[in-house]
Nanobody, 128 residues
Framework: QVQLVESGGGLVQAGGSLRLSCAAS????????MGWFRQAPGKEREFVAA????????FYADSVKGRFTISINNALNTVYLQMNSLKHEDTAVYYC?????????????????????WGQGTQVTVFL
């Protein structure tokens, strides 16, 4: 059974930092890409960042470029999202997801359609 378990969310003041983790288990992910998405109350789920399992390709939403960094530890089957210079508008539930990293995914790595495994989410709240 595939499981993606997020952790590391919490309450942080604007300008602060948090690091999210996503532990993946239940299958081999060597041909998968991992992504982070977020959903704020009343808004649609939006893409944050993605990385191939090898770590060779990374993608970011424009809204987080220069502030967030996605990385992967293959030995631990864990994906991280380092979030710096947090803003109030970063407040959301953050989800980890996994997608087969074929040509379709490379064409649109931020589209939720390609991701067939999802975690339960972790809440990030940034207060002013």
């Amino acid at each position: 059974q595939v499981q993606l378990v997020e952790s590391g969310g919490g309450l942080v003041q604007a300008g602060g930092s948090l690091r999210l983790s996503c532990a993946a288990s239940g299958r081999s992910f060597s041909n998968y890409a991992m992504g982070w998405f977020r959903q704020a109350p009343g808004k649609e789920r939006e893409f944050v960042a993605a990385i191939t399992w090898s770590g060779g390709s990374v993608f970011y939403a424009d809204s987080v470029k220069g502030r967030f960094t996605i990385s992967i530890n293959n030995a631990l089957n864990t994906v991280y999202l380092q979030m710096n210079s947090l803003k109030h508008e970063d407040t959301a539930v953050y989800y980890c997801a996994a997608a087969p990293s074929g040509s379709s995914w490379y064409g649109r790595p931020g589209h939720p359609y390609w991701y067939n495994y999802w975690g339960q989410g972790t809440q990030v709240t940034v207060f002013l």
